[in-house]
């Protein structure tokens, strides 16, 4: 098996330094492609190949990964379609707001011809350590294919098989979302400070403390309001804090930021 990531940028130099920790593929699996000789020079010396030419990569690949902008997903597309055997190969199409008929559209060969098995998906750049989320969309794909693509995803972190319309909202949760929980890292690595700690030792804790928050609920499977429970006291400082919180609008604020990112 083999596979292709048609641009290197931050995304799919990402899903690069994921896949080169799978057992699924060998660095000699791996194809990438990239016009930018820079984008590339960070993969030099891992073993994979490398080009510049799309049509060269998507030749190459069983899996062709497209991962561009949203803007140039059509070009790379009407470029590679001509070289691509849509009986054989499987293409991946990792770039927000994209369509499944508009892919459909862009590699339409002409009238009576086979339809390509092609994948929507969206991770996020956590893959390049294998912990992201991951959500792919199947169109015109088998089970057994869908089932092989999501073994790929499940070897760099966890996915979710969901519907077209549920992409936009997998995208605030788990790529935004990133984001988000970062924010929160910021503010109360900035909180630790301003109580007395240094920044590298605030900054420490938090992370730990998220950490440990993660492994609590996946290994107990509690939900989060039970847990709360066991670590608020009548009367204790936790509860003190979370009222505070929830004054200033934590949850409000966490929901309305995360819908605005669907708009």
Do not use: C
Request: hydrophobic content about 45%; proline content about 3%.
């Amino acid at each position: 098996m083999k596979i292709s990531i048609i641009g290197a940028g931050a995304m799919g130099g990402s899903l690069v330094k994921g896949l080169l920790q799978t057992t699924m593929f060998g660095a000699a699996d791996i194809t990438v492609a990239d016009l930018s000789q820079q984008s590339l020079k960070a993969f030099a010396g891992t073993g994979v190949r490398l080009t510049s030419n799309n049509q060269e990569a998507a030749q190459a690949g069983d899996i062709i990964a497209v991962v561009v902008k949203p803007w140039l997903v059509e070009s790379v597309l009407e470029d590679i379609k001509t070289v691509i055997d849509y009986n054989r190969q499987m293409i991946v199409v990792i770039a927000a707001g994209i369509s499944s008929a508009q892919i459909n559209e862009w590699l339409s060969k002409g009238n009576g011809m086979v339809l390509p098995t092609v994948f929507l998906a969206i991770p996020n750049i956590a893959i390049a350590m294998k912990a992201s989320m991951t959500f792919v969309v199947p169109v015109n794909a088998s089970s057994e294919q869908t089932r092989l693509i999501t073994d790929m995803f499940n070897e760099m972190g966890e996915t979710l098989v969901t519907d077209e319309r549920l992409l936009p909202a997998g995208t605030a949760l788990a790529s935004s979302g990133l984001a988000y929980a970062m924010r929160y890292l910021r503010a109360a690595t900035e909180g630790g400070v301003e109580m007395g700690f240094k920044a590298s030792e605030a900054q420490r804790i938090v992370m730990q403390t998220m950490r440990g928050t993660v492994e609590l609920l996946q290994t107990s499977g509690m939900h989060p309001e039970e847990a709360i429970d066991l670590v608020t006291t009548p009367g204790g400082v936790t509860i003190k804090g979370l009222n505070e919180m929830e004054a200033a609008g934590f949850t409000s604020a966490v929901v309305r930021g995360l819908k605005a990112g669907l708009k």
